[in-house]
């Protein structure tokens, strides 16, 4: 399994970036994202996370340098404001990419459970979705990203609208879903959220300083 997480990556060679009309948001930009690992993308607003996350999920190229990835297959999005169906159950965000693989709904409700389980999301599973806290609502947008299984995760300010117990508990599980050996890379302001990082690229000076946290 190691030996596998080792030969996806998704690796960033001078990168840089603006649009056209506008000042550079960053450049010269230079990291290797690991699978099992949590990037954090810091800097004030403007400085172009949003956009760092768009040129990883290999949707736009960087106006300089590249984005080169490898045993990459599949890459979801979690946005900051959670988007769900509002009449929809908890769970039936969860069991749907079990469905989508070819299990039964009983197979697919107890995968979901299962899932939802490791994010303290079991007593609601049967609430619809508009009946969430957003804490709650965040937390299952990561559960439904763990069942989907991606090889890369992007979460843009997970905790920005969130109480500090609901963002401790997002952070908290940004680290599981890495633990599955996903690729995660999260846009944030959020001094905890950082924390629980492996490695910040912060965009503030314009320049990706690149450091780890170990």
Known sequence: MES???????VLDRVGHWFPGTDVLFDGLCATL???SVTGVCGPSGCGK????????????PQRGKVTSAGVNSVVWVFQNPH?????????????PFLAKGDSRRVASQKGLEVMQRFGLEPVAWRPFSAL??????RLMLARALAVGPDVL????????????AAASV???LRLVASSGAIVVVATHDPGTRRVCDSLIDLGAGTGVVGSRS
């Open 84 to 96: 769900g169906v509002p009449h929809r159950t908890a769970l039936d965000h969860v069991a749907f």
């Open 50 to 61: 949003s956009t760092l996350l768009t040129l990883i999920a290999g949707w736009e190229r």
């Open 171 to 173: 952070n908290d599980n």
């Open 4 to 10: 596998f997480f080792r030969e996806r990556l998704v």
């Open 34 to 36: 690991r699978p099992g």
């Open 154 to 165: 992007l979460v843009d300010e997970p905790t920005a609208q969130l109480d500090r117990h």
């Open 133 to 138: 806290s957003g804490g709650e609502a965040q």
